[in-house]
């Protein structure tokens, strides 16, 4: 079973940048899943923001963070990180990584929904206020 642990939540200024991290462990072969990022704001669904496949592609979703928001992915390490640079304060949510049982399932190709993932991280909150 693939589990997933992220790190790196806190507030921040508006126009800050923060780097959320996420230990991907579990059984031999896990690792290889496809890792997504999503998050979710007060009162609203759960928004696919990116994922990146064992071979460190991403795949970059429509949202409000696409064009400031960066995934990448250290196999050696066994980490998944998200770069958020210009931050405002409609970024704040909890931020929550995400992994796909079937490791050859790849990347959702056009838009990632909650039910493409069946591994959640326990999520970390991330604030965004002056």
């Known amino acids: 079973q693939l589990q997933l642990v992220e790190s790196g939540g806190g507030l921040v200024q508006p126009g800050g940048s923060l780097r959320l991290s996420c230990a991907v462990s579990?059984?031999?072969?896990?690792?290889?899943?496809?890792i997504g990022w999503f998050r979710q704001a007060p009162g609203k669904e759960r928004e696919g923001i990116s994922c990146i496949t064992h071979g460190g592609v991403p795949t970059n979703y429509e949202s409000s963070a696409k064009g400031r928001f960066t995934i990448s992915r250290d196999n050696a390490k066994k980490m998944v990180y998200l770069q958020m640079n210009g931050l405002k304060a409609e970024d704040t949510a909890v931020y929550f990584c995400?992994?796909?049982?079937?490791?050859?399932?790849?990347?959702?190709?056009?838009?990632?929904?909650?039910?493409?993932?069946?591994?959640w991280g326990q999520g970390t909150q991330v604030t965004v206020s002056s």
């Open positions: 579990g059984f031999p072969f896990t690792e290889y899943s496809a």
């Open positions: 995400v992994g796909r049982s079937d490791v050859t399932a790849g990347c959702p190709k056009s838009g990632a929904f909650p039910g493409d993932f069946e591994i």
